[in-house]
């Protein structure tokens, strides 16, 4: 496994925005997909968003036209731009990872607080 360090999660209020980045430690020519799941406590972890080596993305419903989600080839850095922040988009924000071997990563979880 690939390990993640996450950052730039915080508490902000509704209609503000937020970046969260993540980056591998090591063995980076093996990562394919980077991107961010969520999870609220007592529910199943959900997809937002993910970006292959290719630069093809894939979002949630919820967060289309909100959140943009990137990576830089070079060091594969994974980023989470989230813009328009709602009260549901409270959780605990988790950095993916799946490498050329079909292994998944996660890191240790970013918590976001949206509230006035």
């Known amino acids: 496994q690939i390990q993640l360090v996450e950052s730039g999660g915080g508490l902000v209020q509704p209609g503000s925005s937020l970046t969260l980045s993540c980056a591998p430690t090591?063995?980076?020519?093996?990562?394919?997909?980077m991107g961010w799941y969520r999870q609220i406590p007592g529910k199943p972890r959900e997809l937002v968003a993910t970006?292959?080596?290719?630069?093809?993305?894939n979002y949630a419903d919820s967060v289309k036209a909100r959140f943009t989600v990137w990576r830089t080839i070079s060091n594969s850095t994974v980023f989470l731009q989230m813009n328009s922040l709602k009260s549901e988009d409270s959780a605990v924000y988790f950095c993916?990872?799946?490498?050329?071997?079909?292994?998944?990563?996660w890191g240790q979880g970013t918590q976001v607080t949206v509230s006035s």
């Open positions: 993916y990872s799946k490498d050329i071997g079909q292994v998944e990563s």
């Open positions: 090591s063995v980076l020519w093996r990562i394919e997909v």
């Open positions: 970006a292959d080596r290719r630069g093809d993305t």
